[in-house]
């Protein structure tokens, strides 16, 4: 039997929780934000830009992007443990910088928390390098709100 490869697609609202599974499964969640209020803000702005891979219709790996204009990001990038390793995370990223590069984003950044060796030694593996730049945040909307 021939194995497909995963076909990288749109984020359909039927992916939700299978999505929010993936998440976990990388440990990508943190209690101050909720996956779900997440995904529902990503299908108001660019929605075309939030992408899956499916294996067989099940979610293997998932992944959002944005532009402003300015700079383009990649966040929630996740392929199951599983399937980590494969070319999978390759493919998503090779289609986001696609994507963004026809809307005409001249750069494209992403964080990486400090420590997860793994993950900053894929994204060099892909040409990206540390900026040397701090990052700020401020929560403007807090989660936990009703």
């Known amino acids: 039997m021939v194995r497909m490869e995963p076909v990288i697609r749109p984020f359909r609202p039927a992916d939700t929780e299978a999505v929010v599974a993936l998440w976990e499964s990388c440990g990508l969640v943190r209690p101050w934000n909720d996956p779900r209020r997440d995904i ?3 299908a108001t702005v660019q929605p075309e830009l939030f ?4 294996d067989q219709e099940a979610v293997v790996a ?3 992007a944005g532009f402003d204009g300015h700079r383009g990001w990649v966040n929630y990038l996740a392929v199951s443990p599983e399937r980590q390793g494969g070319g999978l995370g390759r493919r998503l990223m090779r289609e986001f910088e696609r994507l963004l590069t026809d809307l005409g ?3 494209l950044n992403l964080q ?3 420590g997860n060796e793994q993950v900053i030694a894929f994204y060099e593996s892909l040409g990206y390098a540390d900026d040397h730049t701090v990052s700020f945040g401020k929560r403007l909307i807090h989660d936990d709100a009703p």
């Open 40 to 42: 529902a803000r990503k």
């Open 51 to 54: 992408l899956v891979a499916t």
């Open 105 to 107: 984003c001249p750069k």
């Open 112 to 114: 990486v928390r400090a």
């Open 62 to 64: 998932a992944g959002m």
